[in-house]
T-cell receptor, first 115, second 113 residues
C-alpha cells in the first residue's frame, strides 16, 4: 500500500533560520501530494497541495516541489517565525480508478521556533 | 469555509464503557472520515463514509464502529472502551470535486481510565 515517511521530530529552530522537513513516499499510482499544518489546539488544515509531478506548491512562505523521480516532496522555508510552530504532515492521495476517498499521512513533524 | 464540528471536545471514560463521538458538517460534503492521532503515529484512518447509511473500514477499524445516519452527521462508537483507545480523534469531510482537500474538526480528546 501507499506510505509516507517524513523527518522525525521534534525540530527546534531559532527565528530567522531556514527549515527543511523531508518527505518521501511510496505508491504504485499517480498521487497528489499535500502538506497539512496543525497549530496547537486545532485540527489539521491544508497548507498546499501539488497534483502534478515537477510542479511546486507554496503558501505562507513555505514551498515544496513534487519530485517524481526521487519520490520526494520536501517542505522548505527560508526564514521561520515563532508563529510557524506547529505539527507538519506530508500526505498523498492516489487517483487510480477515481479512488480519491482518502489520504495517507506521514507521522508528522513537530516544529518549535524560539524567539 | 468548511465547517466541521465535533462533540464532545474532551471526555474521560471508564474502561469497558461505551463512548460515542459525534461529528457534524454543514458543507454538503459527500465524504466523512474519522482519524485517530497519537504521538509517533500521526493520523490514522479508522472509518469513513461516502454516503448516508453506509460506512467503510479504514486502516485501523478494530474496536470501533461508525454510523452515518445522514449526510451531515457521522459518529464514532467505542462499544467497550480500552486504555489503548486514549487518543485525540479528528473528524474530517470533503467532496470529490475539492481535489481531496480534507476539512478537519477541532478534535475530541478521549482519555480512558
Amino acid at each position: 500500500g501507499d506510505s509516507v515517511t517524513q523527518t522525525e521530530g521534534p525540530v527546534t529552530l531559532s527565528e530567522g533560520t531556514s527549515l527543511t522537513v523531508n518527505c518521501s513516499y511510496e505508491t504504485k499510482q499517480y498521487p497528489t501530494l499535500f502538506w497539512y499544518v496543525q497549530y496547537p489546539g486545532e485540527g489539521p488544515q491544508l497548507l498546499f497541495k501539488v497534483p502534478k509531478a515537477n510542479e511546486k506548491g507554496s503558501s505562507r512562505g513555505f514551498e515544496a516541489t513534487y519530485n517524481k523521480e526521487a519520490t520526494s516532496f520536501h517542505l522548505q522555508k527560508a526564514s521561520v517565525q515563532e508563529s510557524d510552530s506547529a505539527v507538519y504532515y506530508c500526505a498523498l492521495s492516489d487517483h487510480s480508478g477515481g479512488s480519491n476517498y482518502k489520504l495517507t499521512f506521514g507521522k508528522g513533524t513537530l516544529l518549535t521556533v524560539t524567539p | 469555509e468548511a465547517a466541521v464540528t465535533q462533540s464532545p471536545r474532551s471526555k474521560v471514560a471508564v474502561t469497558g464503557g461505551k463512548v460515542t463521538l459525534s461529528c457534524h458538517q454543514t458543507n454538503n460534503h459527500d465524504y466523512m472520515y474519522w482519524y485517530r492521532q497519537d504521538t509517533g503515529h500521526g493520523l490514522r484512518l479508522i472509518h469513513y463514509s461516502y454516503v448516508a447509511d453506509s460506512t467503510e473500514k479504514g486502516d485501523i477499524p478494530d474496536g470501533y464502529k461508525a454510523s452515518r445516519p445522514s449526510q451531515e452527521n457521522f459518529s464514532l462508537i467505542l462499544e467497550l472502551a480500552s486504555l489503548s483507545q486514549t487518543a485525540v480523534y479528528f473528524c474530517a469531510s470533503n467532496n470529490r470535486g475539492l481535489g481531496n482537500t480534507l476539512y478537519f474538526g477541532e478534535g475530541s480528546r478521549l482519555i480512558v481510565v
